[in-house]
């Protein structure tokens, strides 16, 4: 046999490799930025067209390259960062594998331009699919420009799946403040379609920030530091106020790179416990500084992903570090670990003398009391007694796991049956005969653990999960009014005006048509701030912010192969957001409604995000469950 293994050529390689290291144009930015940030520039301008379908230049007015070094920069494994194995545990540079600018140049057109400061000329190299098209002498200043044409022009498939202009952008910008908030000394630009986004002078930590998130930004935030032999902790936290309900502004940078860590999220989010308000998340900008031989970052080009070698002990730094700046800010209570807790007493209390707590007893009290009037009262003509042992009830399953218990439900059948009812009157356990209490108004459907509707049919009974269910008729009205533009909206008496940031709004202005039709009614006054007039019928003025938020984290977080369309994440978006939650009380009314409004969907099964949205029991399965 002979034989068939063989070297891949360069250009497959390359284009293999940028699989891996350039997903969208943000990644492309990503690497280019950093490079210019490694070459020591101290201005660094960024030009996008098209969210960067056509065009994504740096220009940087760093070191530069000579001629050979241009020439090399675009083979793979080629840097001038790392020389030996070793450097890599003591990295101060974004860049090191030497990857980047070969993937680049395999998936795009490439126009590079670069002159080290004590040239006369430059040099200038274009390369289209890793083979250079031609390399001369040129004029130039000082810096180096790389300009990335028509991405993914020889991969269909990758380009086909970029998604829309809005969503492409929000990744490029979200690069950009990434790297802009970690080098706060570098002023930075970006333009987009020829109109200026982000013009950032060099500055502080504090005004970059403000910079990048807008002038109201600076009041919100809370000064965070604390120097330790294993970690510097510097930056932000902002106020608990201030938050946001669905995601906030969350930023970790180790060594004035970003990263991603839910571990180091959790403490911070525990120094916050308490203060938020519910469902709201801590936002922050923590700037932390370690020996880069304790860290690990050599885990994926893409990836943002840090291992630090103490991370028990950062976590204990970093939230203590937080807690103190809550309580010296007056957010939250001071809690000092470094005083003495009785130099806290407040003065007049010193000489007094401590006096033993006084505990009263209620003697009339009586624990078998209200079993009794149950017993007495029997059920029906108990009605001020009805709510509280609704009440009891429910916990007595409280602690039981909520999936398909279909166990728990044998005892609601048994109590349904009136002879049932006589038997176990007597004899049963209180809470056991409440349950039974509970039910008896309803006719034809009965609410369970404010999670599953139960309802009977046929051939036996259906439970239906509320929240699911909902969320599936919401999602076809939502479709349905998106494409038919008839929705019901209330106008309102006093607009609502919502902070966004630019690029929020950039996405919400393409979203803009698509939420008009499902009845809310928009403008956009001025930069950053987002004017509701009119609300969809179904959605309370207080949600607005929440439905909004949700959204937007949505629309962002789509990743680019699921090739879903915008109308679809919106619809998906707005249903989750606004359907009735586990948890929420429904009365008769609003059950029935539900369940005829759910056998009307066409999809009736499967919640928008295909989960199953009810399961019948058989009297059958029922049946057979009783004889096991
Ligand atoms: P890495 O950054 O991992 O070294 P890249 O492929 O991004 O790999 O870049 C290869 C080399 O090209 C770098 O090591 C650097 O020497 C040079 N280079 C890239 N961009 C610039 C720039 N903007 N200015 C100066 N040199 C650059
Ligand atoms: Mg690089």
Not at 202 to 213: A, E
Not at 387 to 395: I, Y
Not at 508 to 534: H, I, Q, R
């Amino acid at each position: 046999m002979s034989d068939i293994i063989k070297l891949l050529p360069d250009h497959v390689a390359n284009q293999i490799a940028a699989g891996e290291v350039v997903q969208r144009p943000a990644s492309v930015v990503k690497e280019l930025l950093e490079n210019a940030i490694d070459a020591g520039a101290t201005t660094i301008k960024l030009v996008v067209k098209d969210a960067g379908r056509t065009l994504i230049q740096v220009i940087d007015d760093g070191k530069g390259m000579s001629p050979t070094d241009a020439r090399l920069s675009f083979e793979r494994h080629a840097t001038s960062k790392i020389i030996a194995a070793d450097d890599l545990f003591a990295l101060s540079t974004k860049g090191f594998r030497g990857e980047a600018l070969a993937s680049i140049a395999a998936v795009a057109h490439v126009d590079l331009k670069t002159k080290p400061e004590d040239e006369e000329v430059g040099t200038r190299i274009e390369i289209e699919g890793s083979t250079i098209k031609n390399q001369e002498v040129c004029a130039a200043p000082k810096g180096t420009s790389i300009a990335v044409k028509n991405l993914f022009f020889n991969i269909p498939a990758r380009r086909n799946f970029l998604k829309s202009d809005a969503v492409e952008l929000r990744h490029v910008i979200d690069e950009f403040q990434r790297v802009a908030l970690a080098h706060e000394a570098i002023a930075f630009v970006l333009y987009h379609n020829d109109s200026e986004l982000f013009n950032l002078p060099k500055t502080n930590k504090r005004q970059r920030i403000v910079g990048v998130f807008g002038p109201k930004t600076n009041e919100k935030l809370v000064p965070v530091s604390e120097e330790t032999e294993i970690v510097n902790i510097d930056g932000f936290i902002i106020k608990p106020e201030f938050s946001k309900k669905t995601k906030g502004e969350q930023f970790f940078f180790v060594n004035d790179r970003f990263i991603k860590h839910p571990y180091l999220n959790h403490s911070v989010s525990a120094a916050f416990d308490g203060l938020l308000p519910d469902r709201a998340r801590a936002s922050y900008f923590i700037y932390l500084k370690v020996n880069p031989k304790t860290i690990d970052i050599n885990i994926h080009p893409t990836k943002t992903e840090v291992k630090f070698e103490d991370e028990q002990a950062i976590y204990t730094l970093l939230r203590a570090a937080v807690k103190h700046s809550l309580g010296q800010f007056n957010i939250a209570p001071i809690l000092d670990f470094n005083r003495e807790s009785n130099m806290d007493t407040p003065y007049s209390y010193k000489n007094k003398e401590a006096q033993v707590p006084k505990v009263e007893v209620d003697r009339h009290f009586n624990p078998f009391e209200q079993e009794q009037k149950v017993k007495t009262s029997g059920f029906s003509s108990a009605p001020t007694y009805e709510k509280k042992s609704a009440a009891g009830w429910e916990n007595l399953y409280a602690g039981l796991d909520r999936k398909n218990d279909t166990s728990n439900f044998s005892h609601v059948e048994i109590e349904n049956e009136p002879e049932a009812e006589s038997l176990f009157v007597e004899q049963e356990s209180k809470g056991f005969s409440e349950a039974k209490e509970t039910e008896s108004d309803s006719a034809n459907t009965y609410q369970l653990h404010n999670k599953y509707i139960v309802s009977a049919i046929k051939s036996g009974m259906m439970l239906i999960d509320q929240s699911r269910a909902h969320q599936r008729v919401l999602y076809e009205e939502f479709l349905r009014n998106i494409t038919v533009k008839e929705s019901v909206s209330q106008q309102l008496l006093f607009p609502l005006r919502l902070d966004f940031s630019a690029s929020e709004i950039d996405i919400l202005k393409e979203l803009k048509d698509s939420l008009e039709n499902t009845g809310f009614a928009l403008s956009m006054p001025e930069a950053g701030v987002l004017e509701v007039s009119g609300i969809p019928a179904s959605i309370q003025e207080s949600e607005v912010s929440i439905v909004l938020e949700q959204l937007l984290s949505d629309v962002e977080q789509e990743v680019p192969d699921t090739g879903f369309s915008q109308t679809d994440v919106l619809a998906k978006s707005m249903a989750k957001s606004m359907a009735v939650k586990t948890g929420e009380k429904l009365d008769e009314l609003s059950r029935e409604h539900l369940v005829n409004k759910l056998f009307a969907c066409t999809e009736p099964t499967l919640s928008p995000f295909l989960k199953k949205t009810f399961i019948t029991l058989t009297i059958d399965e029922l049946d057979r469950k009783f004889n096991a």
